[in-house]
């Protein structure tokens, strides 16, 4: 079975602004992107600590 990637072109992206338009409303939009960035922001910091977790732990047994 073969698998393509995730190809979003243009059009696409109208549409599903459209769609995410018609469900939520204009007026939530921006509350929606301030959770959207939160939540990626919270990401990125577990990353970020799970990377320094890594660091550290291969720094003590490398002694």
Known sequence: MLVYPLMIGAWE????????????????IPE??????KGVKSFKD????????VKKNGES???
Do not use: P, R
């Not at 577990?46 to 977790?53: P, T, V, Y």
């Open 61 to 63: 047994s490398g002694s």
């Open 32 to 37: 929606l992107m301030k959770g959207v960035g």
């Open 46 to 53: 577990g990353l970020n600590g799970i990377e320094d977790d």
């Open 13 to 28: 992206i109208v549409a599903i602004v459209l769609v995410v338009l018609l469900f939520v409303g204009g007026k939530k």
